[in-house]
């Protein structure tokens, strides 16, 4: 379901510009706010037994986070750092459930929200469960091209760069970043598709679309 935020909530949210290395909230604190990402790069991140950061995943502009934990009595389950200079919207707890309290067109429109992401939280479920690494690889890569409109490029074999490590592409996908490696080369041998540093080039998009269960 494609959303657009900043045009259901206008008025409600408070524009502002962050700088990089910012914090915008930290692990375990009281969830008050949510994000509409309007330019930039934002990063989720937890602490692994070690005390470092592992980036749970990327926030790229016009996506929304945090939005599922305001509605709830908890704690951030994630940090989120601003990568690079970034644009912002945040949107207040109290003023939005306040909204929500005296306008039911808006009560509906996050219900819808919640819902998909209810379904996505299904999908998922389903694919770390029935599909190997190798297939919840392809669906990542199809997932990528399409979010960032790579479709043409993709359909020419012609080749592209991706924004994110080998390692946070680990974490989407369930696994580490030796096996992932290994499906990569999987896939090369496969015919489907070539990695090179953050360079991809697909092969074959049928094959692509076909292993990832499309």
Request: aromatic share 10%; net charge negative; proline share 1%.
């Given at each position: 379901?494609?959303?657009?935020?900043?045009?259901?909530?206008?008025?409600?949210?408070?524009?502002?510009?962050?700088?990089?290395?910012?914090?915008?909230?930290?692990?375990?604190?009281?969830?008050?706010?949510?994000?509409?990402?309007?330019?930039?790069?934002?990063?989720?991140?937890?602490?692994?037994?070690?005390?470092?950061?592992?980036?749970?995943?990327?926030?790229?502009?016009?996506?929304?986070?945090a939005?599922?934990?305001?509605?709830?009595?908890?704690?951030?389950?994630?940090?989120?750092?601003?990568?690079?200079e970034?644009?912002v919207?945040?949107?207040?707890?109290?003023?939005?459930?306040?909204?929500?309290?005296?306008?039911?067109?808006?009560?509906?429109?996050?219900?819808?929200?919640?819902?998909?992401?209810?379904?996505?939280?299904?999908?998922?479920?389903?694919?770390f469960?029935?599909?190997?690494?190798?297939?919840?690889?392809?669906?990542?890569?199809?997932?990528?091209?399409?979010?960032?409109?790579?479709?043409?490029?993709?359909?020419?074999?012609?080749?592209?760069?991706?924004?994110?490590?080998?390692?946070?592409?680990?974490?989407?996908?369930?696994t580490?970043?030796?096996?992932?490696?290994?499906?990569?080369?999987?896939?090369?041998?496969?015919?489907?598709l070539?990695?090179?540093?953050?360079?991809?080039?697909?092969?074959?998009?049928?094959k692509?679309?076909e292993?990832?269960?499309?």
């Amino acid at each position: 379901m494609q959303v657009n935020w900043q045009e259901k909530l206008a008025g409600y949210g408070h524009e502002r510009v962050v700088s990089q290395g910012e914090v915008l909230f930290h692990i375990d604190e009281d969830a008050s706010i949510f994000y509409l990402l309007l330019s930039g790069e934002v990063s989720l991140f937890k602490l692994n037994q070690d005390g470092k950061e592992t980036v749970i995943r990327r926030v790229l502009p016009s996506e929304v986070f945090a939005e599922v934990m305001v509605f709830t009595d908890s704690k951030y389950p994630v940090g989120a750092m601003v990568v690079k200079e970034s644009k912002v919207i945040e949107y207040s707890k109290r003023e939005i459930l306040q909204a929500i309290r005296e306008n039911s067109e808006l009560s509906m429109f996050f219900i819808k929200v919640l819902s998909q992401r209810c379904l996505m939280l299904n999908e998922k479920i389903y694919q770390f469960s029935l599909q190997d690494v190798s297939s919840r690889l392809a669906g990542f890569i199809l997932k990528y091209i399409n979010d960032n409109d790579l479709l043409e490029k993709a359909e020419l074999s012609e080749q592209f760069e991706m924004s994110i490590s080998k390692k946070e592409i680990a974490n989407f996908v369930g696994t580490v970043p030796e096996t992932l490696s290994r499906n990569f080369q999987k896939l090369h041998q496969l015919g489907v598709l070539k990695v090179f540093g953050k360079t991809v080039v697909v092969q074959d998009y049928d094959k692509l679309v076909e292993l990832a269960g499309g």
